[in-house]
């Protein structure tokens, strides 16, 4: 196989980034966590790392970045409590690991790949997953741990959070609970090319804000929060997690590319397929085993980054495309 250029792309979730408008010190902590997530991906593919090293380190970096709704710093449950998901796929063989709803793991995306590897399920959930953590020595955390005050005043902030308990929550709201089209950007996600021509995407997440417990978004469900084939490229995705899922966002868009669109078309039909077909908002970051590169976002925002040559290339809003060194 010819040696292919590395290249990694990473995106800090899609949203309306209401919290860093007019605010520079807030959007610089988002360009700067996206830059370093980039960084730390790439470094991978340069010291030989394959595309699955590079999107779990790209992720982690963005995890443990409180400003991006992952690990640290995630959303909260109308509860107040920390439930998160993730998942990782290797476009070579197409294995895929996930966890749903997990409390106590500072990395999801860590654990969801040790499912992949060390089991032979895709997906685990909630405690299950924690203990299946401890069990191959993945260190597992307080929750509160991961609980900041940003999350918090987050929740407070939304109207329905005013209803003191869950039952009179439940009875004034019938049916309804956050959505992504409240400000919940920060969700991440990584693809990646390494120089075997392998790709890798990774996604995590908190979820949504305020959400119901136990509600599952699109990121650890594979074809939806994202998707990895050799065959055809790799996709992260991001944005309102119940119209991904019902629009199986991720394998369209590799479907696209299957049917001859560059990655740039693929995803830009992909996007207006989710706000033609259920209305829903998000982004995706795509990458083809040739190494183009396709980001889109339909919503007012999507932090994102790529590497793919000596510079790093990134932005938030339409139109933007910011360079530095590596
Ligand atoms: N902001 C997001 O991307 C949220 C995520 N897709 C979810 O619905 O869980």
């Known amino acids: ?22 605010c520079p010190e ?17 470094d991978e593919l340069r010291k030989g790392g394959s595309s699955l090293d590079a999107v779990e380190a790209a992720v982690m970096s963005l995890e443990d970045n409180a400003t991006f709704n992952a690990g640290h710093g995630s959303c909260l449950t109308l509860e107040g409590a920390v439930e998160m998901d993730a998942s990782i796929m290797d476009g070579h063989s197409l294995d895929a690991g996930s966890v749903v709803c997990v409390s106590n793991v500072a990395n999801p995306v860590h654990l969801a790949r040790a499912v992949m590897e060390q089991t032979k399920h895709v997906s685990l959930i ?9 069990h191959v020595g993945i260190g597992t955390v307080n929750p509160s741990t991961l609980i900041t005050e940003k999350s918090l005043r987050r929740l407070h902030s ?24 409240d400000d919940n950007h920060g969700t991440v996600g990584a693809v990646a090319l390494d120089s ?13 804000n305020a959400k119901m417990p136990g509600r599952m978004g699109d990121s650890p469900i594979i074809g939806s929060g994202g ?4 065959r055809c490229g790799c996709v992260s995705t991001t944005g309102d997690g119940e119209a991904l899922m ?25 996007l207006s397929y989710l706000q033609d077909r259920v209305g829903g908002s998000g982004g995706a970051i795509v990458l083809t085993p040739q190494g183009d590169i396709g980001i889109s976002f339909v919503s007012k925002g999507m932090s994102w ?9 990134y932005g938030i809003y339409h139109g933007e495309d910011n360079t530095e060194a590596v």
């Open 227 to 230: 998707y990895a084939d050799n």
């Open 305 to 313: 980054a790529y590497v793919n040559s000596p510079q790093i290339h």
């Open 1 to 22: 196989m010819t040696e292919r250029r590395p290249v990694l792309v990473v995106h800090g979730g899609a949203g309306t980034h209401a919290a860093i408008a007019g």
């Open 246 to 270: 019902k629009t199986c966002l991720a394998r369209q868009i590799t479907f696209l590319m299957e049917q001859g669109r560059s990655a740039q078309q693929a995803v830009e039909e992909g």
């Open 196 to 208: 075997h021509g392998n790709v890798a995407y990774a996604t995590s997440t908190g979820g949504i």
């Open 126 to 134: 909630s405690d299950r997953a924690s203990a299946f953590a401890e």
């Open 26 to 42: 807030a959007r610089k902590a988002v360009e700067e966590g996206v830059v370093q997530a980039a960084r730390r991906g790439y």
């Open 158 to 181: 939304q109207p329905q959070f005013q209803a003191s308990r869950l039952d009179d929550f439940y009875k004034q709201n019938p049916g309804s609970t956050g959505t992504a089209k």
